[in-house]
């Protein structure tokens, strides 16, 4: 199923001295043997969660210093031959951009002002080349506006501006759904064959750029695009995962909640959150009971989400991916905790299988289909909803169990790596920005204070940027 590529406050509170000591006297938390999600939570105490939180940052830290020693300026830091990668044919700094928000978060001022003046003064968007939107939109355009929220810097609210007309062109296809490229020299937008995920994620970017800069236009596109989306659902209140943007037609009518699907549902529900807009609650609320009704698949007192017939309902098969694990999160968002609650205990059972998670797993076989893992943060992403929202620390534990499994597994000398293979474990010479966007940033606001991230004021797009209505 799906694109495995693409695949959704205040400022970070300093974690207090307490910290430090209790990471000094090596209090480690959470100590049980492996949790497995039947066995009953350890307790915490908050010197525990607080040691927690620095190994997590410690670990950032490597990561931003194997880019800065090996990879400096460009997009990505590749751990295992120690050199660069470029997604195109020179930098955009993806992994600054994507990483700045957490370090401040984290309170790694020195390093987030590093990163903070490489992006001002050396991220060039006049690039003659054919980006993808999706990912530049989730990731440059929303760590760009986020990072300005949380550090005033006007520089970086100019470079939003810059890219979001850059962007726009994307928009100018017969139907208002989004083409998949767009040069952001020319402006020439290409590429039809889409998805849910990539046409229906803009709204909670595009609006905050017309909330910052008073220019309407970005929001109207992007909800238009995403009203036109909606339009197409099928009867049942699903979607598929294929359309050709220039005709609005179905290519593709499996319906799930992963790859090609995902961020659309995310936008539908932030989006409504974030911009308070009544339309996007509507297109939720008639799309989760969709997904709950014919897509949710209960198998042996277990809570799964499948693969169905958009049209029919049909379940067609026992499929998830990495990717679905950040429905969990999504549930509880929307206030369906139990529901959640239920789903991320079988997305960890599927974690727990190799002790890392598979890019896809047949769930009535247990068996790992597509077996590497490319550090994403989707599961971690859940508890961190989850723990929020019940405090029960079953999640705390449960990320810790997965934090432990990262660093076995893939830590390197500085940095991590991907996995060709949960089962083998043979690494790959990949660290995707998303890891320190992302999968860093809710592994530390698990055991952080609450008061880092206030969920009351803020919402992470689909990359993990928060975004806050300061309008
Ligand atoms: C991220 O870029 C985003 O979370 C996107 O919505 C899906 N894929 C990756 C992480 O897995």
Redesign the pocket.
């Known amino acids: 199923m799906g694109v495995m590529?693409?695949?959704?406050r205040n400022r970070g509170v300093r974690l207090a001295g307490v910290l430090a000591a209790a990471v000094l006297a090596g209090v480690g938390g959470g100590g049980a043997s492996r949790l497995t999600g039947e066995a009953g939570a350890t307790s915490w105490s908050a010197a525990d969660k607080a040691a927690m939180a620095e190994r997590v940052k410690g670990e950032m830290l490597v990561a931003w210093g194997g880019y800065k020693k090996y990879a400096w300026g460009h997009d990505e830091f590749r751990p295992l031959s120690q050199t660069p990668r470029d997604w195109y044919k020179r930098t955009l700094l993806m992994t600054p951009v994507d990483a700045l928000d957490t370090l401040i978060l984290m309170g790694a001022t020195e390093q987030a002002d590093e990163a903070r003046e490489l992006i001002a003064t050396k991220l060039d968007l006049d690039l003659d080349d054919d980006v993808k939107a999706f990912?530049i939109n989730?990731?440059l355009l929303g760590g760009l506006l986020s990072s300005y929220q949380l550090s005033g810097d006007k520089r970086l609210l100019a470079l939003a501006d810059d890219l979001g007309r850059r962007l726009l062109p994307v928009f100018e296809s017969p139907t208002g759904l989004p083409y998949v490229y767009v040069n952001l020299h020319t402006g020439k937008a290409s590429g039809t064959d889409t998805n849910p995920?990539e046409m229906g994620?803009y709204l909670m970017e595009f609006g905050t750029l017309s909330k910052l800069t008073g220019k309407p236009i970005y929001l109207e596109k992007a909800k238009r695009a995403v009203t036109e989306l909606y339009a197409r659902r099928s009867k049942l209140d699903l979607v598929g995962q294929g359309m050709d943007s220039a005709t609005g037609k179905w290519t593709n009518t499996e319906s799930h909640v992963g790859?090609c699907i995902?961020?659309y549902y995310?936008y539908l529900l932030k989006s409504a959150i974030l911009l308070d807009d009544s339309d996007c609650r509507k297109m939720w609320d008639a799309s989760v009971a969709g997904v709950n009704r014919y897509v949710a698949d209960e198998r042996g007192g277990e809570l799964w989400y499948g693969v169905s017939d958009m049209n029919t309902g049909k379940h067609l098969r026992s499929e998830c991916g990495?990717?679905d694990a950040?429905w969990a999160g999504a549930l509880a968002l929307g206030g369906d905790v139990p529901r959640a609650a239920r789903a991320q205990d079988a997305y960890f059972k599927v974690w727990n299988l190799h002790g890392i998670e598979p890019e896809e797993t047949n769930y009535a076989e247990m068996k790992a289909l597509v077996p590497s893992y490319?550090l994403?943060?989707?599961i971690v992403?859940s508890t961190f909803y989850l723990s929020r929202f019940t405090s029960d620390p079953k999640y705390l534990d449960m990320g810790k169990t997965m934090f432990d499994d990262l660093e076995k597994y893939c830590r390197v000398e500085h940095g991590f790596a991907a996995l060709k293979s949960v089962v083998t474990h043979e690494k790959e010479d990949q660290m995707?920005s998303?890891f320190l966007?992302?999968t860093m940033k809710y592994y530390y606001m698990i055991y952080a204070p609450a008061e880092t991230l206030d969920l009351s004021k803020a919402v992470l797009n689909?990359?993990?940027h928060p975004l806050r209505r300061t309008w």
């Open positions: 590529t693409q695949g959704l990912e989730i990731r995920a994620t790859g995902d961020s995310e990495a990717l950040f490319v994403r943060p989707e992403e995707e998303f966007a992302e689909t990359e993990a």
